[in-house]
């Protein structure tokens, strides 16, 4: 049976050691380490302004990668699919007000691998994220475009489909059928801004941030491994502290009335 023993993603010593610690079930001292550095931070405010300040956080670090000339750019994880939904259309908000984001928007009925549905619009310079394997015409030729949790970008309509490009730079030209739930006549498509930490295992990124808008109810120092080694450069820890604030009191003994510090939290 082989054992994973190091991480090799990270460029720096610390980096690769936090890391470990995660992996080692030791998120106490991979914590300690991160605060003293300043890449782990409790956000105030409710949930829509942490989410806000993630991703305010995400389009300040894209655009100091991409002024250093960075081939590798930002991602966002989040522990649930509703969390990686809500980043995604704030960070689009965020996109379209800079004019990132292609005039010809349209706007589809879609749904997800759990079934949720919604409205997805959707224009030139979105990120989606693929539900099953897609096949597409790639220069002239019969291929697949992506595969279930991959994330592709539109690039323009077409008369009867989309043309999406993958992360090796790729355009496929894919007709709607190959995109749409049978069961729901929609398309089985969601916003790929941000991911869950399953659908974010395997990338790597010149920076990730690791956004917990809820708190850390769901996390285990394991599962935080995933989302903290996704990076070459640094990871930014990004926490609600009124989620995590309500959690500690709510786990104190009855009568305990002594203040709750930023040091419980």
Known sequence: MPELLTTVRQETKCGREIVGLFREGRAAEALAMKRADGTARLIGGDQDQVIDCIADLYMERRDVLRAAGSKLGVTVSALTNEDAADISRAIRTRMKERGELGPEEREFAAVDQRGVTCDLRLAPGDKVRLSRKTSATIDGKRGDIGSNGDVVEVV?????????????????????????????????????????????????????????????AGATSFKTYVAESRHVTQVHTLIAEAAVFEAVKMRRALGDTSEVTTQHL
């Open 156 to 216: 323009s309509w077409t008369k009867g489909g989309i043309v999406l490009r993958d992360k090796r730079g790729r355009d496929g030209t894919v007709e709607w059928k190959r995109l749409i739930d049978r069961k729901s006549d929609r398309l089985l498509l969601a916003y790929g801004h941000a991911l869950t930490v399953d659908s974010a295992q395997g990338i790597t990124s010149g920076e990730h941030i690791n956004a917990l808008p809820r708190g850390t």
